[in-house]
């Protein structure tokens, strides 16, 4: 997402020129090719043009501090602007009321059923909620027992209604059956519709009416570029909807539905889906947004999934095994587990402000730690808690057993050694047995 658009950008930057002011005729040509760059970015027209003259007038005249170069105040303007655009600061779905009734709406294929799991997971881990899922698509033969399917694997019960086709009937029927078992939060996933097909707009419009939600939600395909905003504009006539929800944001896009939707239809971003797993689901933050365009990666993003990862409990644990030198590839193994649950290996290092555009070229497989575990996995029990006694015969059966080859084995052992090292030492050097080693020039 945004590859293309962050390169032209930066290339924009660079045809900057001037010293000490920005000014209306060394800014022109900039602008210009923002502005091109936000239309190849599939972002409206309208929205483009009103972008690029609020940074015009915010640019012009400014004075150049001796040590900032023109450029960089205009990727300050331009990032501030940008994160302005998508909505200035994340807004976080309503929960207010002691029961809350969320309502989907969009197009077929936009992604409402996988959505309502992922949403059903987030607000049940982290904020506690009790929901129950509301399966009113009558109208897709898989789309019920999709829906079961997802409320199984996050343990969240599903409410559906086979011989019945009236989705008003349905959802009525589900909040009823979820005050009475105490669930605090419901989810309908409706069924898909186009903005030109009159009946079925009638009926999210009576579904509306009928349950009175806390909550709608537009979910939309961002792969649909400027469709998408031209979508989200005749739904938001019919339903006033409170949100957006962009899915498929992993996706080859573009980008322009991020940057367009917020100031055609004035309802915020709310959640961007990342992926198809259940956890690949992001609270949207404009600013956040706007550094990633800008290739200056998303730290706090990247320190809030490994956080939600972190068990005290097992750091305690793990740091006096380091304090004596008895971390194992057991301790090891744990760590990548961790690493895996953050996200796809990619993202996260593409979150490291430079990385991004660095490994923008490679392809780094999901299945990374494949070949270590696979090595890791064919250690016995006893060499996996004794690495010290892993030998050359040890690691050529270990070799032979992982698929690998034995110089394969050996680098990893050396570099399971060297973190060993490492870690031992920061240990030292934070308690204070040890002081700060010194580098040479």
Do not use: C, W
Request: glycine share 8%.
């Amino acid at each position: 997402m945004f590859e293309n658009l962050s390169e032209r950008l930066e290339k924009s930057f660079k045809l900057l020129k001037g010293e000490g002011r920005i000014t209306e005729i060394n800014v022109a040509e900039t602008l210009k090719d923002v502005r091109r760059a936000l239309l190849d970015a599939d972002v409206n027209f309208k929205t483009a043009k009103q972008f690029t003259e609020t940074v015009k007038d915010k640019a012009i005249g400014q004075d150049v501090l001796t040590s900032v170069k023109p450029g960089q105040l205009m990727v300050k303007i331009v990032h501030d602007e940008l994160a302005a655009l998508m909505g200035g600061a994340s807004v976080d779905v309503n929960l207010k009321s002691p029961f809350t009734v969320i309502l989907m709406a969009g197009l077929q294929g936009s992604g409402k059923t996988t959505f309502s799991g992922k949403l059903a997971r987030l607000l049940k881990t982290k904020r506690s909620k009790n929901p129950l899922l509301i399966a009113a698509d009558v109208y897709r033969p898989a789309a019920i027992e999709q829906l079961k399917v997802l409320g199984g694997q996050i343990e969240v019960p599903v409410y559906s209604e086979i011989e019945n086709k009236n989705p008003v009937e349905i959802a009525q029927n589900g909040i009823k059956l979820a005050k009475q078992n105490g669930h605090d939060l419901v989810i309908i996933d409706t069924a898909g519709r186009l903005a030109v097909d009159e009946a079925m707009m009638n009926e999210i419009a009576a579904l509306k009416a009928a349950v009175n939600p806390n909550e709608i939600l537009f979910v939309v395909d961002s792969m649909t570029g400027q469709d998408a905003v031209n979508t989200a504009k005749e739904f938001n006539d019919r339903l006033d909807f409170d949100g957006v929800v962009l899915t498929k944001l992993d996706g080859d896009t573009r980008g322009g539905a991020a940057l367009s939707i917020r100031s055609v239809v004035d309802k915020p971003i709310k959640f961007v889906g990342t992926g198809e797993k259940l956890d690949a689901l992001d609270v949207f933050h404009p600013t956040r947004m706007a550094d990633r365009i800008l290739g200056m990666g998303d730290i706090v993003s990247l320190v809030e999934r490994a956080q939600e990862q972190y068990d005290e409990d097992e750091a305690r644990r793990l740091q006096k095994k380091i304090a004596k030198n008895q971390f194992d590839f057991n301790d090891f193994l744990s760590q990548i587990n961790q690493i895996k649950k953050m996200g796809n290996i990619k993202d996260l290092a593409a979150m490291i402000p430079g990385v991004g555009k660095a490994i923008k070229d490679i392809d780094i497989d999901d299945d990374a730690f494949k070949g270590i575990e696979a090595i890791i996995y064919s250690m016995t029990p006893k060499e996996r808690s004794n690495p010290e006694i892993i030998n050359g015969s040890r690691r050529q059966r270990i070799a032979t057993g992982s698929g690998t080859s034995i110089q394969e084995v050996n680098k990893l052992m050396k570099q399971f050694d060297d973190t060993r090292k490492m870690m031992k030492m920061v240990t030292q050097v934070k308690s204070g047995k040890k002081p700060m080693p010194k580098f040479r020039k």
